[in-house]
């Protein structure tokens, strides 16, 4: 089984006419939101904050996400 690691981030408030937004890595929230939207610095959130638990303050809330999937051979090319 192989395993997908995401972040949900939860806005308060729309953003684009959006309030939930899923990312790869927490570089990607930050090339698609601005950091006044998410309510907390990039290098802030890596520092001090794995998202192990959920994390939340009065703009969004965040938490990671895993993705279980099987593996399949179809696609595949021999």
């Known amino acids: 089984m192989e395993e997908s690691k995401f972040i949900l981030v939860e806005l308060k408030t729309p953003y684009m006419g959006q309030t939930k937004w899923l990312f790869g890595s927490k570089k990607a929230i930050y090339d698609t939101l601005p950091a006044n939207v998410v309510g907390i610095a990039l290098t802030t959130l890596q520092n001090r904050y794995n998202l192990e638990e959920v994390y939340e303050n009065p703009k969004c809330k965040m938490q990671k996400l895993v993705l279980h999937r099987t593996?399949?051979?179809?696609?595949?090319?021999?």
């Open 71 to 78: 593996v399949t051979n179809r696609g595949k090319r021999k």
